[in-house]
């Protein structure tokens, strides 16, 4: 069964740092592109970053760049978010994802986490 | 950035009844190569994360029921769920995938 968990959310003051990580099994991990997307208390979806298969390759919203930093670690199907400078505007719920492709170019999402929530408040 | 923009932001429909989704994309998302559309749909329900339902505007993902329906090409989508049921009631969102990606603001569809 394909399956991702997050992990790494919390309560965290504005200006500091959080790792949400994503433990992904059931498939092979590098074959596909990954994603993040997160969802702002009683809000609508927005994509954050995306990274290739073999991590070469990242994206980036203009809302997280040079904030967020996308990464992966093949070898334990793993995929990490490093969250700097966290403003309240950041406050959410943030799901991991599956892509379709190797190079996320054209592709859709077909499995998500459940979620972690990261709460950016003093 | 392509701006994907639904209509209605919620809608009641009874039991049975047909439901109609709408999304608009501000530029094309139909890749003349291929004759694509890079347009998906997905179902959120209260406290879950989103399911696809249906990529390349039309294709119905595996385990979805028949009543559920995409159509449309290059900048006007719609989502149809030709008789209502109880379990349908959750926010439905279209997202682009054409260049990155870009989420709709969603939809709340409810029972009247």
């Known amino acids: 069964e394909v399956q991702l968990v997050e992990s790494g959310g919390g309560l965290i003051q504005p200006g500091g740092s959080l790792r949400l990580s994503c433990a992904a099994s059931g498939f092979t991990f590098s074959s596909y592109a990954m994603s993040w997307v997160r969802q702002a208390p009683g809000k609508g979806l927005e994509w954050v970053s995306s990274i290739s298969g073999s991590g070469g390759s990242s994206y980036y919203g203009d809302s997280v760049k040079g904030r967020l930093t996308i990464s992966r670690d093949n070898s334990k199907n793993t995929l990490n978010l490093q969250m700097n400078s966290l403003r309240a505007e950041d406050t959410a719920v943030y799901y991991c994802?599956?892509?379709?492709?190797?190079?996320?170019?054209?592709?859709?999402?077909?499995?998500w986490g459940k979620g972690t929530t990261v709460t950016v408040s003093s | 950035d392509i701006v994907m923009t639904q209509s209605p932001d919620s809608l009641a429909v009874s039991l049975g009844e047909r439901a109609t989704i709408n999304c608009k994309s501000s530029q094309s998302v139909l890749y003349s190569s291929n004759n694509k559309n890079y347009l998906a749909w997905y179902q959120q329900k209260p406290g879950q994360p989103p399911k696809l339902l249906i990529y390349w505007a039309s294709t119905r993902e595996s385990g979805v029921p028949d009543r559920f329906s995409g159509s449309g090409s290059g900048t006007d989508f719609t989502l149809t769920i030709s008789s209502l049921q109880a379990e349908d009631v959750a926010v439905y969102y279209c997202q682009q995938y054409y260049n990155t990606h870009t989420f709709g603001q969603g939809t709340k569809l409810e029972i009247k």
């Open positions: 994802a599956k892509s379709t492709t190797m190079t996320d170019a054209g592709s859709y999402m077909d499995v």
